[in-house]
């Protein structure tokens, strides 16, 4: 598998407003888009540096993976996000050569993507997401 790019890195905050203050104000980046994924207990707003995405994540739930990973961790990077191109394929790929998924099949993720989350302890301790934009 080679990815085709960074497609984004995920940051967990507290408050997605309050972080822009830093993100926009500071850096001088531009929010193009705020989404909510319900069945990931999740908002998100994503920023364009280059051709990389930072998406800011911020739960909606307490019990959701965010807000539990804000509990435990603090806010912080919490995923790096590589493009690919047949997802089903690559998660496959990767299983065979001993790497634990938290997701075995693809699920919908924020911007219309097609998502697949491996899991951290195969992965050197840094959770790793899998996109792939949908087929037109």
Not at 9 to 20: T, W
Not at 51 to 72: H, M, Q, R, W
């Amino acid at each position: 598998m080679i990815p085709e790019k960074i497609e984004h890195i995920g940051i967990a905050v507290k408050n997605i407003e309050e972080s822009l203050k830093y993100y926009e104000g500071v850096l001088g980046l531009k929010c193009y888009k705020i989404e909510e994924v319900p069945d990931q207990k999740v908002k998100t707003a994503f920023m364009m540096v280059g051709e990389t995405k930072l998406e800011l994540l911020e739960s909606t739930s307490d019990d959701g993976p965010i807000g539990k990973f804000i509990e435990k961790k603090g806010e912080g990077i919490h995923h790096i996000a590589f493009a690919v191109t047949d997802l089903a394929e690559r998660l496959r790929e990767v299983e065979e050569k001993g790497i634990q998924l938290i997701d075995k099949v693809p699920r919908k993720g924020a911007e219309g993507l097609s998502i697949a989350f491996l899991h951290p302890k195969s992965t050197q301790s840094i959770l790793t997401e899998l996109c792939e934009k949908p087929k037109d």
